[in-house]
């Protein structure tokens, strides 16, 4: 039975919409938690104390598979001929594969022109999707898909897509049932359209009704500097969440404002280049669940955290990189205790977005200021200095 070796359909019963004989499954999920030392001596912690959580395992090597599958899935339940979305590179990456895998659905997807790395361009155009590159970045490829998705009946997977977000809720089981099932302290994790921490939430308000766990962990959701809304938010409008009263019309405010004053998203962490994250209400939700902080990091911050991932184990992309970066900040704030037990999303592989990762290892300063040195990194290679 292919849905009992998903990472993601064995917790069917947790996300309850589909019926067994229309599941889709590429064996998304197979991921694994890992202990790093090495990360939390750099991170501040104690030994034993920080957790990595290698999304980058996923077949099409990032954590939307663990949504993906969930949505394809729906989008079958419906009957669906063809599924878009607008993005940064991951999504596209992993609905390519699910619809080349049901053979019967085609995908539809939409880039900033230049804003996504080959490697993931090169996965959507292998799998067979219909990819289409518009002028501007992801926030314009997001307008642009809504768009065309209603006016040609496409069906929409981008992380609006409720049915994403219940996969990705399994992220979080996998966590506590490789931390046999004592609830750590902090789930750190970046932020871009800020599907995960949403998902993140709804998983841990649910088990927490079910009787599953007794106690929440905390929430940090990492921005990086330059694509940096939900921090700003929620440092300069003083938007709170806690007792329930978060308030909507700044957000709504926000979700309306193409551009923020003509702010563009711009990080090296390609992944989460996103002025307009599209579950902002739903992440603030999360916050409120899990007695959330925001924090952001600059792109120095997050090649630094990388390199040392990469050096103590299975590496990761820059964006994913935000989260360790972030812990550390949190440590050095002292919001995160040397003896809390932390685990630290790294949402997709290695091999994602190799650019960057060259540059700052390279000794050819050439190479470092053309791709780095316009965002301010200054610093190369920590683990060698
Ligand atoms: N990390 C990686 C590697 C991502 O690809 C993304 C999002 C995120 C983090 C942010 O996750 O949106 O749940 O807050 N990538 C999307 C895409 C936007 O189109 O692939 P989030």
């Known amino acids: ?60 090597g990032s954590f939307k598979d663990n949504g993906m599958c969930a949505a394809v899935t729906h989008a079958g339940m419906m009957e669906a001929q063809r599924a878009a979305c607008a993005s940064t590179g991951n999504t596209s990456a992993s609905l390519a594969l699910y619809c080349s895998a049901t053979r019967a659905m085609k995908a539809v997807i939409f880039i900033g022109s230049g804003k996504i790395s080959y490697g993931k361009l090169s996965q959507a155009l292998d799998y067979g999707a219909l990819t289409v590159q518009i002028a501007g970045d992801f926030d314009d490829a997001m307008i642009r898909v809504k768009e065309i ?8 997977v981008n992380s609006v897509n409720p049915f994403r977000l219940e996969g990705q809720k399994t992220i979080m089981f996998r966590v506590l049932e490789a931390l046999r099932w004592e609830v750590p302290d902090w789930i750190v994790v970046p932020g871009g359209n800020l599907g995960n921490s949403s998902a993140f939430g709804k998983a841990f308000s649910e088990l927490y009704q079910h009787g599953l766990i007794d106690r929440i962990p905390r929430l940090a959701v990492i921005n990086a500097r330059g694509a940096n809304t939900l921090h700003e938010l929620v440092q300069k409008h003083g938007v709170k969440w806690n007792g329930g009263n978060v308030s909507m019309e700044p957000i709504t405010q926000y979700n309306e404002s193409m551009d923020r004053d003509g702010k563009r998203a711009d990080t090296i962490a390609s992944a989460i280049e996103i002025n307009r994250p599209v579950n902002l209400n739903k992440c603030l939700r999360a916050l409120e669940v899990m007695d959330g902080v925001v924090r952001e990091v600059d792109d120095q911050q997050i090649l630094d955290a990388k390199s040392q991932v990469g050096a103590g184990g299975f590496g990761c992309e820059p964006a994913s990189a935000a989260s360790v970066a972030g812990a550390k900040l949190l440590r050095s704030e002292g919001v995160i205790a040397p003896s809390d037990r932390v685990v630290c999303i790294l949402t997709g592989h290695e091999l994602k977005d190799p650019t960057a990762t060259v540059a700052y290892h390279s000794s050819d300063r050439e190479l470092f200021e053309k791709t780095l040195g316009s965002r301010g990194v200054t610093e190369a290679n920590y683990a060698n200095r």
């Open 149 to 156: 998705a209603k006016k040609l009946g496409i069906y929409l």
């Open 1 to 60: 039975n292919p849905v009992r070796f998903s990472g993601v359909w064995r917790f069917h019963e947790l996300l309850p919409f589909a019926p067994q004989s229309k599941i889709v499954t590429v064996g998304e999920g197979q991921t694994l938690l890992q202990q790093a030392d090495e990360v939390a001596k750099y991170v501040g912690l104690n030994p034993g104390q920080l957790h990595l959580q290698y999304e980058g395992m996923n077949p099409s």
